[in-house]
């Protein structure tokens, strides 16, 4: 792990960037990630798929499910996978927000203040259980996964590249938790469920963690650099002006069908993640079924239908059902 002062801007990142990985390696590097982290979570194939998209497109992920279906191992999998920074907050109802940015210490021996990074200042940063830290201390989070930078006492700090967060929600006991600031939610790129393994999935996952957790054995596949250069890539991935057209009606639809529709930070994001999709399928091309495939954990948490019959993910299929790919078809 590096060592490196992480209040630093960029560091030596400019020189890491300077050359972007090929599209055939940054897919080796995806399948290389998932393979890795298939050694400690069982099943949940997708949804690990998912993650090292969120990874490779620049975002953050939210995974929301029943406690002990395996979503701060997933997490703790994907941050073994890389060797960079790794940080932990753990989401209680008395954290604070400096307790997640850091704080300004007088420092008797100097007679100055010194600024004490927060556990934000990292490249993967998980947020475990944030649901159950009160909105003011979740809102900590919201300039640092917007603008990958943090501000404490007027004066603004960059966070390190690559920046991630990965956040677990509690999605039982609704009295002792909060609601996420819907702010927040937007800033997620996706939002997974892993759901309960079936019968052999459960069978093989008891195998392997008879005497040591193979979370324990888990060795780094790639590296800080690596993934700043594979996001370079990513970012350089065609999306020709149909795809966006099409991305585009997509989200319109989600506004005129119900209260609260897909933001245009949503299709930013689809398109991000779209792009990753196709570099690990080794294309440098988008096409519609990397949208399709990545509109419904992207698009869904950020709509509001008002209807308790009828929610976001039930737009989203409606959408993907019915706005047609090309936009000269009736």
């Given at each position: 792990?590096s060592?490196?002062?992480?209040?630093?801007?960029?560091?030596?990142?400019?020189?890491?960037?300077?050359?972007?990985?090929?599209?055939?390696t940054?897919?080796?590097?995806?399948?290389a990630?998932?393979?890795n982290?298939?050694?400690?979570?069982?099943?949940?194939?997708?949804?690990?798929?998912?993650?090292?998209?969120?990874?490779?497109?620049?975002?953050?992920?939210?995974?929301?499910?029943?406690?002990g279906?395996?979503?701060?191992?997933l997490?703790?999998?994907?941050?073994?996978?890389?060797?960079?920074?790794?940080?932990?907050?753990?989401?209680?109802?008395?954290?604070?927000?400096?307790?997640v940015?850091?704080?300004?210490?007088?420092?008797?021996?100097?007679?100055?203040?010194?600024?004490?990074?927060?556990?934000?200042?990292g490249?993967?940063?998980?947020?475990?259980?944030?649901?159950?830290?009160?909105?003011k201390?979740?809102?900590?989070?919201?300039?640092?996964?917007?603008?990958?930078?943090?501000?404490?006492?007027?004066?603004?700090?960059?966070?390190?590249?690559?920046?991630?967060?990965?956040?677990?929600?509690?999605?039982?006991?609704?009295?002792?938790?909060?609601e996420?600031?819907?702010?927040?939610?937007?800033?997620?790129?996706?939002?997974?469920?892993?759901?309960?393994?079936?019968?052999?999935?459960?069978?093989?996952?008891?195998?392997?963690?008879?005497?040591?957790?193979?979370?324990?054995?888990?060795?780094?596949?790639?590296?800080?650099?690596?993934?700043?250069?594979?996001?370079?890539?990513?970012?350089?991935?065609?999306?020709?002006?149909?795809?966006?057209?099409?991305?585009?009606?997509?989200?319109?639809?989600?506004?005129?069908?119900?209260?609260?529709?897909?933001?245009p930070?949503?299709?930013?994001?689809?398109?991000?993640?779209?792009?990753?999709?196709?570099?690990?399928?080794?294309?440098?091309?988008?096409?519609?079924?990397?949208?399709?495939?990545e509109?419904?954990?992207?698009?869904?948490?950020?709509?509001?239908?008002g209807?308790?019959?009828?929610?976001?993910?039930?737009?989203?299929?409606?959408?993907?059902?019915?706005?047609?790919?090309?936009?000269?078809?009736?």
């Open positions: 792990m060592d490196a002062d992480p209040t630093s801007p960029t560091g030596d990142e400019a020189t890491e960037t300077e050359k972007p990985l090929s599209i055939s940054v897919a080796d590097l995806g399948a990630v998932e393979t982290v298939s050694k400690v979570i069982v099943g949940n194939q997708d949804v690990v798929e998912h993650v090292v998209t969120a990874l490779l497109g620049g975002g953050h992920v939210l995974l929301e499910d029943v406690p279906v395996g979503k701060t191992m997490a703790r999998s994907i941050a073994r996978s890389v060797d960079c920074r790794f940080r932990r907050i753990q989401f209680t109802p008395d954290l604070l927000p400096t307790d940015t850091g704080v300004n210490v007088f420092n008797e021996q100097t007679r100055e203040f010194e600024f004490q990074p927060g556990p934000v200042f490249n993967i940063v998980l947020g475990d259980e944030i649901n159950r830290a009160p909105p201390t979740q809102s900590a989070l919201l300039e640092a996964m917007e603008e990958t930078q943090v501000t404490v006492d007027g004066e603004t700090r960059a966070l390190p590249a690559p920046f991630t967060v990965i956040a677990t929600q509690n999605a039982v006991e609704p009295n002792r938790t909060y996420l600031p819907f702010a927040e939610l937007d800033r997620f790129t996706k939002k997974l469920h892993l759901g309960y393994p079936d019968p052999d999935e459960e069978a093989a996952l008891l195998g392997r963690t008879v005497g040591d957790h193979p979370i324990e054995s888990l060795e780094p596949v790639t590296d800080r650099q690596t993934i700043v250069k594979a996001r370079e890539t990513v970012s350089n991935v065609r999306v020709e002006r149909p795809v966006r057209e099409y991305v585009t009606r997509l989200a319109s639809y989600t506004r005129e069908h119900a209260r609260i529709g897909a933001s930070r949503g299709t930013i994001a689809l398109l991000r993640v779209a792009q990753a999709r196709a570099a690990t399928d080794a294309r440098d091309y988008v096409l519609p079924d990397d949208v399709q495939a509109a419904p954990v992207v698009l869904a948490h950020r709509i509001r239908t209807d308790r019959d009828r929610d976001g993910d039930a737009i989203v299929a409606e959408a993907l059902e019915c706005v047609p790919v090309d936009s000269d078809r009736t």
